[in-house]
């Protein structure tokens, strides 16, 4: 046999192989595959209804604080003060600071990394605060005042509330930039609105799950929003492209050849940011690394739920205008 | 097809030979030395030390490889940090000692291809303790001074009355340098990582540019005038609202609260008699005395009833002939007034720094009328102790001498945030991001091999990855990026889409349908390359904004994360198709 027909050979047999492996897909659905394959018009109500449910929490967010996140130290204006120690013991130092400066918000956490200690955090609302907060520490812990285990960042309430508002301005630019862009790409309005609405869910809900479990945002908070929209829209271009673009096969084989890609793209990000949560140190990274948490998890649903379901709907109305 | 002719194939390819040119000269722009690397890099160099009339120069600029490094002290080697302080405690007085400094270039690893050797002599100069008597002097001095009708410097000989001071040796003064261990790479790390000083300053007003680089430059020089040359002062803007201005200040390897102050302080510096106006720091003053001629006068430490101490201080100053004449303009019609003995005018003196009343001096009655051009400014310190009482004088002294010798700012200034970053937090945070990034390769790596159960798929993969974060790197240290934790943060981003990308090719390499299809690996690539460029596009323009907004604090984000993903998607994603093709070819 020669080269060229050995190919033709082996190609033959990868074909029957296709074949067969059709036949089972077609043959042996499981449960979660009928749910997902028949429903998906039932099933697209869920990433409509967390959005609902979102819009809500992040309203009643505004009613009680006046603003769609609760803001940490660098959005607020406050200060925080890193302390490298062996021994932490937190509760101690919370309740000193507590007592001493009643009017303060004081929130202290401790620094770990693969659970060893490795120092705390403290931040407060109150940049004047710092130099008492300091004090207080040195009573604590005599020699720490000046000396290299102590860093302290301040931010001026009047940048943080600036830095604020560029930071949403930003968002908003860069949500309507990637819209032109994906409109561009796809140019038919079903489909590029799916990646859009995609989008802007995977934002609001994460803002939403922020605002439910009370974490404050901080500017790499906001960073980690933008990077959001970056990671949401690559799945989504993966999905529409497989499935509009392309003309061949059946719609749910690409959906689930996009499916599989997809969830092996989110698995890797997925392995990095707990892997990422669960060692930082910093403050910044961790946030981001939290809010990617959120965001992704959030993101597979919007994405392969909420995007296939209106994809789906979009081809059968399209064959059934060809139809007629 | 055996193991060796794949290699050389992919060796072969264009793309690959691209990805090799691109580390190639990452390494050269990072110039890894790792083993041999010894001596201690000069930071700053102290105006008048030991070591500046030497000839050693603060370096400027420069790439942290290309510095200056000393490799020995009288042919003793320092190793270092440590080793440079316990040569430098033993100095004695007039002491005559040879600093040998190499300056690298072209460094791999092992060696540098070039070495450049100098050798300094350094005579110890002795440290002095001034302390003004209570008695005058007559001294002639002889000074530059420029004629305007013969339009060129001249030399006059000038005879004064000054303060009689008496010098005291009080050991041997610091050389005058500030080190650090020798650099092992060209990346710049951020504050963050390095530990260090950062003061975000807003304007108060908004100014043309011309106002700006003026704030900016005596910001700068000021800090010059304290010998910190490892300074970065630069302009930053927000987009939002007002288009506030601020000036960005960063201080590496320093942590010290005396520096925030003095750049915390606008500066303006007004001489007044009653609300008349004498001399305005910077512009009507031409000489400050520091040094001789300036320092704590001779008993002035006291207690008062409280028992607290304070000290007073004193330095010369000259005017100009027109602040001079103002002056002489102001006093003429002013009453002499006896005071214990002494005759004074009725009206004083009054010193304001921001507006802020600092001191209120008597005039001697001498001045009357008279336009002289030298005048003695003084102040006080306090303490609970009288070496406290004189630290503060002291400080005060520098800090007054420093606003008028660099002028005042144009605009006023407010701090919005202030950073002081210890060195130790900073090379934790490293460790544990390293630790990070190790762990989430590992966990990357077993994913994909979980999915494709190939280590075919898997090495190429993580070749990629750590090609692509090397050459980020070494872009980096080409542009003088400075790596903090918002860099390391994009870096991260532009990795992970980075292995999005080359899961994407790998499905579209491996799909079965394509087989059917008669397609050939470039129509494969070429599929893939439409979803990788799509979503490239996408995240650019998302990113962009951010690069203008937030008055910098995140620029380093949004330029590591787009600079990330172009290479990624021009450099290392195509060479990983063609790595893949070849592997996966049976």
Request: hydrophobic share 45%; charged share 20%.
């Amino acid at each position: 046999m020669n080269r060229k027909e050995r190919r033709q050979h082996l190609r033959e047999k990868k074909d029957s192989n296709i074949d067969v492996e059709k036949k089972e897909e077609s043959n042996k659905r499981n449960f979660f595959q009928t749910i997902y394959e028949d429903q998906y018009k039932k099933l697209i109500f869920i990433p409509f209804f967390i959005l609902l449910a979102a819009i809500i929490i992040i309203v009643i967010n505004v009613a009680q604080t006046g603003d769609f996140v609760n803001k940490g130290y660098s959005l607020e204006g406050g200060i925080s003060i890193t302390v490298i120690a062996d021994n932490v013991n937190i509760e101690l130092i919370e309740s000193t600071l507590h007592s001493s400066l009643p009017d303060a918000e004081i929130n202290a956490r401790e620094l770990s990394e693969a659970g060893v200690s490795k120092g705390f955090i403290i931040e407060s609302n109150m940049q004047d605060n710092g130099e008492a907060i300091i004090n207080e520490l040195e009573k604590l812990s005599p020699g720490l005042k000046g000396s290299d285990n102590i860093s302290v960042t301040t931010m001026g309430s009047s940048l943080g509330d600036s830095f604020f508002k560029d930071a949403v301005i930003a968002i908003i630019i860069a949500f309507v930039f990637m819209s032109i862009v994906v409109f561009i790409i796809f140019k038919k309005a079903s489909p590029s609105l799916a990646v859009i609405l995609c989008a802007f869910s995977d934002i609001v809900v994460t803002i939403a799950a922020i605002d439910l479990f009370g974490i404050k945002l901080n500017t790499a908070g906001i960073a980690a929003l933008l990077m959001l929209i970056g990671y949401s829209v690559d799945t989504d271009i993966l999905l529409s492209t497989r499935v509009i673009k392309e003309k061949k096969g059946k719609v749910m084989t690409r959906i689930y050849r996009a499916l599989k890609t997809g969830l092996t793209m989110n698995a890797t990000t997925l392995v990095t940011v707990v892997i990422g949560l669960t060692l930082s140190q910093s403050t910044e990274l961790s946030q981001i690394f939290l809010i990617l948490l959120i965001g992704l998890i959030i993101d597979i649903i919007n994405t392969w739920i909420q995007n296939v379901g209106i994809l789906r709907m979009y081809l059968e109305k399209k064959s059934k205008q060809k139809n007629e | 097809m055996s193991r060796d002719t794949t290699i050389k194939k992919i060796l072969k390819k264009p793309r690959t030979i691209v990805l090799i040119i691109f580390i190639i000269l990452s390494l050269i722009a990072i110039q890894f030395h790792v083993i041999g690397n010894e001596g201690v890099a000069i930071r700053t160099v102290s105006k008048n030390s030991a070591a500046a009339i030497a000839g050693i120069t603060s370096p400027a600029g420069t790439q942290p490889m290309a510095r200056e490094v000393i490799v020995s002290f009288n042919n003793k080697k320092i190793i270092d940090e440590a080793d440079y302080y316990n040569f430098i405690e033993d100095l004695r007085i007039n002491q005559s000692i040879s600093i040998k400094t190499v300056k690298k270039n072209f460094c791999f690893v092992f060696a540098c291809l070039s070495n450049k050797y100098t050798t300094y002599r350094v005579k110890v100069l002795p440290e002095y303790k001034i302390t003004e008597l209570n008695e005058t002097e007559i001294i002639t001095k002889i000074e530059p001074f420029f004629n305007v009708t013969l339009n060129k410097t001249v030399n006059i000989t000038k005879t004064i009355e000054q303060q009689k001071t008496e010098k005291e040796i009080i050991g041997a003064a610091d050389i005058g340098l500030t080190v650090y261990d020798s650099p092992t790479n060209n990346l710049r790390k951020g504050l963050d990582l390095q530990g260090g000083t950062r003061v975000l300053l807003k304007l108060e007003e908004i100014v043309d540019q011309d106002t700006m680089d003026l704030v900016i430059d005596n910001i700068q020089q000021r800090l010059n005038v304290y010998g910190l040359t490892d300074i970065v002062v630069r302009e930053v803007r927000g987009f939002a609202g007002t288009g506030d201005q601020y000036v960005l200040v960063e201080i590496a390897g320093v942590n010290s609260e005396e520096i925030r102050d003095l750049i915390s302080q606008q500066g303006k510096f007004e001489a007044k008699i009653s609300d008349d106006i004498v001399f305005v720091g910077g512009r009507d003053i031409t000489y400050v005395a520091r040094g001789e001629g300036a320092g704590l006068d001779y008993g002035s430490c006291a207690a008062n009833t409280q028992g607290e101490y304070s000290c007073r201080f004193r330095f010369g100053i000259s005017l100009t002939p027109v602040a001079a004449q103002r002056q002489a303009a102001l006093t003429d019609n002013l009453q002499i007034i006896n005071e214990n003995g002494n005759d004074y005018l009725n009206e004083s003196l009054t010193l304001y720094l921001d507006d802020e009343l600092v001191d209120e001096l008597k005039i001697g009655s001498e001045l009357k009328g008279n336009p002289v051009t030298e005048i003695a400014i003084s102040g006080f310190g306090s303490g609970a102790t009288e070496a406290a009482a004189a630290t503060d004088a002291i400080n005060n002294m520098k800090r007054l001498q420093t606003i008028l010798q660099t002028g005042s700012l144009p605009v006023k200034i407010e701090i919005v945030k202030t950073d002081t970053i210890s060195p130790k937090l900073g090379s934790q945070f490293i460790k544990n991001i390293m630790l990070i990034a190790i762990l989430a390769i590992v966990g990357v790596s077993l994913v994909i091999l979980v999915r494709y159960r190939k280590i075919k798929v898997a090495i190429p993969l993580v070749i990629t990855m750590l090609s692509e974060v090397f050459i980020l790197l070494g872009f980096a240290s080409l542009v003088g990026w400075n790596l903090d934790i918002a860099a390391i943060a994009g870096i991260l981003i532009a990795v992970g889409t980075g292995v999005d990308d080359q899961i994407v090719i790998t499905d579209e390499t491996l799909r079965k349908d394509y087989n059917e299809m008669q397609l050939s690996w470039k129509q494969r690539f070429k599929k893939a390359l439409f979803i990788i460029i799509a979503a490239y596009v996408t995240t650019m323009v998302a990113m962009l904004p951010l690069y203008f907004a937030g008055a910098g604090l995140v620029k380093g984000f949004a330029l590591t994360t787009m600079a990330g993903v172009s290479i990624g998607v021009f450099i290392t994603r195509p060479a990983f198709g063609g790595i893949l093709q070849e592997l996966l070819k049976k």
